[in-house]
């Protein structure tokens, strides 16, 4: 498996209304890439799946995608 990102993000802090970078970390079925495709730290992962998150609650990322 390839890693999304050969190098570390620039990204310092995801925003959740940031929501086109969050898609890149989001796969076509709606659900959030694991750290080794994104290849983010355990602390990096965590802020990221918190700030999907809240996207989702906000209706600004899909819950389940449809296709």
Do not use: C, W
């Not at 694991?34 to 899909?62: D, F, M, N, Y």
């Amino acid at each position: 498996m390839a890693k999304i990102f050969k190098h570390k993000t620039d990204v310092a802090y995801f925003d959740h209304k940031d929501f086109k970078t969050l898609q890149r970390y989001v796969n076509q079925y709606g659900q959030i890439e694991t750290r080794k495709k994104t290849g983010l730290t355990e602390t990096e992962q965590r802020h990221l799946s918190v700030a999907i998150k809240r996207a989702r609650h906000l209706a600004l990322l899909p819950f389940v995608a449809h296709n």
